[in-house]
């Protein structure tokens, strides 16, 4: 059976969760249409998502359409689980990028765009919730070109508009899909008369941009005049492929519109695994190949621990004994599981581009490579965003200190962008995270999964140090006697900003072998050691330039250790002599307010350190962008529900860090 990966990627509410019910109750996956506000749907199965009626946790489910395995991964829409977003980008081959027809592009529709160009995944887009009140096909089309950038090609067109929307025209087969209400199936119809003009100029606007960017349909174009559907058909699966342009469509997933025509669209234009190059480490989607696989994501219960796979390459049996090539042990592979959310099927096997999970390797963490003993490979693992909020937890019973330990170990297994420390001043255990709801979500899941009572402190934010003026030609020596073999270093060093946002750059412009290359690498090490904690407040030194100018060495006492701890000792001498300055984590607020509440939602976003960036006005709604202080915005949700009658709503996403004050 050939075999689709894909995610759906959207902002909060747009609808992901939905269309992915849709496809499963469509596909035969499952006998009844789970609902979001219900809290029925299969893929949003923790307690927690029910409540908060959102996704926090990535959930992988599998179906079948026009003969062809829809491995599909249902992913987070709110910011501070972009973790979860980018362990799943990692291993799938497409996805289905979801549009409110009535906001288009939002902020973490933006971030989530990003996040997949930077893997190369292709991708569709889907404008759903067209029969909202305000819903404009055209208006989202143009928010996907003008703010990510791509060339948008819609491929149908709606019929109806609002509540009177009943189906859409496949501008490629130029046909009609009409869904009628509690009917559980679409017609295929000729298209209606009163569309049959716009329909022909719609197509021809879509030949016109395809034979624009695709050599073998211009060629057809020129020749004929037109574009074959087979033609047409062919270009814009090229052209999804390429990344050249993104395919276009649009229904209500809610009320079951568009969606048979989108899974068509996922077996016709996204990829299979074959058709994806090789991953980082060269390894062909062959069956027969050598086992590869890659882990994505972990789940560390008290019953058992379950390890996600994208298997690669080669073929996997139970009982076969596979290698982690991350940490060179072996592990035993004892039942290779077809997983449906909360629920998993067992199978004998699982080949080249399957997306499963297993049952007994016992320490393989997320972003470690499962491979066949005899031909060991690493592949790249996913990056792990760095946290920006932290919170003191510990038990209220004393006697609960090693279960608080063990759980917390368990999340972390689970969730590598979770981060847990001792504080060497305080002793405190600190939980460090993505933003608040984060942290909420993981202490909630302390609570609820764990039966620990735990007491939380206030959130703080992670601080960085940087220069803004540093130091020209510092000389160190290094020199240390003690009985045996020495140690003997000199480096002179110069530090200054970064031109960029580059976090580290390192040079050297010593000439003439006064200090070899093996030690030029060991005194770059030495300034990675140093900026672990800056002069200011102990806080990780980003934003730095250093040049290492000029240095000698010593025929017998010179060694790397020696020049690793000159260049440690050299910079953290040169930050207290620079110029440094406190930088806070800011993020990029969108708040959407009834117009009439604008001001004091202003007002109250200054009194936060805010800077506005961008006001519109829809209807009777504004819509205000600001840049905030991390720190401001705890307990933003509940002030901004008191201004506005509980009718306002925010969105963040990082900005990167800024001057504190």
């Not at 409110?100 to 887009?125: I, M, N, T």
């Not at 276009?248 to 048979?260: D, F, H, K, M, P």
């Not at 936060?608 to 006005?617: A, P, S």
Request: with cysteine; aromatic share 4%; proline share 6%.
């Amino acid at each position: 059976m050939r075999v689709r990966n894909l995610g759906i990627l959207a902002h909060v509410d747009a609808g992901k969760t939905t269309v992915t019910e849709r496809f499963l109750y469509l596909t035969g996956a499952t006998h009844k249409r789970g609902e979001v506000h219900d809290g029925t749907t299969v893929t949003d199965f923790d307690p927690q998502e029910r409540d908060r009626g959102i996704t926090i946790f990535a959930a992988a489910v599998s179906c079948d359409w026009a003969d062809h395995r829809i491995n599909l991964i249902d992913t987070p829409g709110h910011v501070d689980f972009s973790d979860e977003v980018e362990r799943s980008l990692r291993v799938l081959d497409g996805a289905v990028a979801v549009f409110d027809a009535v906001a288009g592009v939002e902020p973490q529709s933006e971030s989530v765009w990003r996040q997949a160009d930077r893997h190369g995944v292709p991708r569709l887009a889907f404008v759903n919730k067209l029969d909202r009140a305000g819903a404009e096909l055209d208006g989202a089309v143009e928010s996907i070109r003008t703010r990510l950038g791509t060339v948008p090609l819609p491929v149908q067109l709606p019929i109806g508009r609002e509540d009177g929307f009943t189906g859409v025209v496949d501008l490629v087969r130029m046909r009609a899909y009409v869904w009628a209400d509690g009917a559980g199936s679409f017609a295929d119809l000729p298209v209606p008369d009163e569309l049959g003009a716009e329909a022909r100029r719609r197509r021809r606007v879509l030949e016109e941009t395809v034979a624009e960017l695709h050599p073998g349909a211009l060629e057809e174009f020129c020749a004929e005049g037109a574009l074959s559907a087979g033609t047409l058909t062919g270009a814009l699966r090229d052209l999804t492929l390429s990344g050249g342009a993104v395919v276009v469509l649009c229904g209500s997933a809610y009320r079951n519109r568009g969606i048979e025509p989108l899974l068509d669209a996922v077996v016709a234009y996204l990829p299979a695994p074959s058709d994806m190059p090789p991953v980082r480490g060269e390894v062909p989607a062959d069956p027969e190949a050598p086992f590869t696989a890659l882990a994505f994501k972990v789940n560390a219960s008290a019953t058992g621990r379950m390890t996600y796979l994208r298997v690669y390459a080669g073929t996997i049996g139970k009982g076969d004994t596979v290698l982690d090539a991350t940490t060179g042990r072996t592990e035993r592979i004892a039942r290779i599981l077809r997983v449906q959310a909360d629920r998993a099927t067992e199978v004998d096997e699982a080949r080249a581009g399957d997306i499963v999970a297993v049952v007994g390797p016992k320490s393989a963490r997320a972003g470690a490579t499962l491979c066949a003993p005899d031909a060991p490979v690493v592949l790249e693992p996913p990056t792990t965003a760095d946290p920006v909020v932290s919170v003191a937890v510990e038990a209220r019973r004393s006697t609960d200190t090693g279960r608080l330990a063990t759980a917390l170990a368990r999340m972390t297994e689970e969730d590598p962008s979770l981060v847990v420390r001792s504080d060497p001043e305080t002793g405190q255990t600190v939980l460090s995270g993505l933003g608040e709801l984060h942290l909420e979500v993981a202490v909630e899941k302390l609570r609820r999964d764990r039966g620990l009572e735990v007491t939380v402190g206030r959130p703080q934010v992670a601080y960085r140090e940087t220069v803004t003026k540093g130091v020209t030609d510092l000389l160190h020596r290094h020199v240390k006697q003690d009985g045996g073999a020495g140690q003997f270093a000199h480096v002179v060093i110069t530090v200054e900003p970064t031109d960029g946002e580059e976090e580290f750059e390192f040079r050297s412009t010593v000439t003439g072998g006064r200090v070899p290359q093996e030690y030029v690498r060991a005194v770059e090490a030495g300034c990675r050691d140093a900026l672990v904690e800056g002069p200011l407040g102990g806080h990780p030194v980003t934003g730095v330039r250093v040049t290492l100018t000029d240095g000698a060495t010593h025929p017998k006492d010179s060694s790397e250790m020696a020049f690793r701890t000159a260049g440690r000792f050299a910079l953290r001498e040169a930050l207290r002599a620079s110029a440094m300055t406190l930088l806070e984590p800011v993020a990029e607020v969108t708040v959407t307010v009834p117009a009439e509440s604008v001001g004091p939602v202003l007002g109250d976003l200054a009194a936060r350190r805010g800077r506005v960036t961008d006001r519109t006005t829809r209807s009777t709604t504004a819509v205000v962008s600001a840049t905030v202080p991390l720190a401001e915005l705890f307990g933003y949700a509940s002030r901004l529900r008191g201004r506005t009658q509980g009718r306002g709503t925010f969105t963040t996403r990082p900005a990167g860090y800024a001057p504190a004050p």
